[in-house]
């Protein structure tokens, strides 16, 4: 059994470095797989938006019942009470 003599830590082994690699070539690699990793991810998104569009309207729409304007008209009109208030008992 052979053993290869030991190298310190900031050696590039021989066999892993190429004459005919470019950094430009390695650059345009990295790029182009970025470009494709945006472009799926992107059209996951695009799908989920388009796939959920014809509810949309709905969902808005749906909001403005019986029971979703009063309760978020209530909540406002408390908070303004509160902010109304609080100078008035602070200078008192």
Request: charged share 10%; hydrophobic share 40%; with cysteine.
């Amino acid at each position: 059994m052979t053993t290869s003599p030991p190298r310190s830590e900031g050696t590039v082994p021989p066999s892993s470095v190429s004459s005919t690699s470019k950094p430009s070539a390695t650059l345009r690699t990295a790029g182009f797989f970025l470009a494709q990793f945006v472009r799926k991810f992107g059209a996951g998104i695009c799908q989920d938006i388009s796939a959920r569009a014809p509810w949309y309207l709905s969902d808005w729409t749906d909001a403005w019942n019986y029971r979703v304007f009063p309760a978020t008209t209530l909540i406002f009109l408390q908070s303004m009470l509160l902010v109304l208030n609080v100078p008035y008992l602070v200078l008192t």
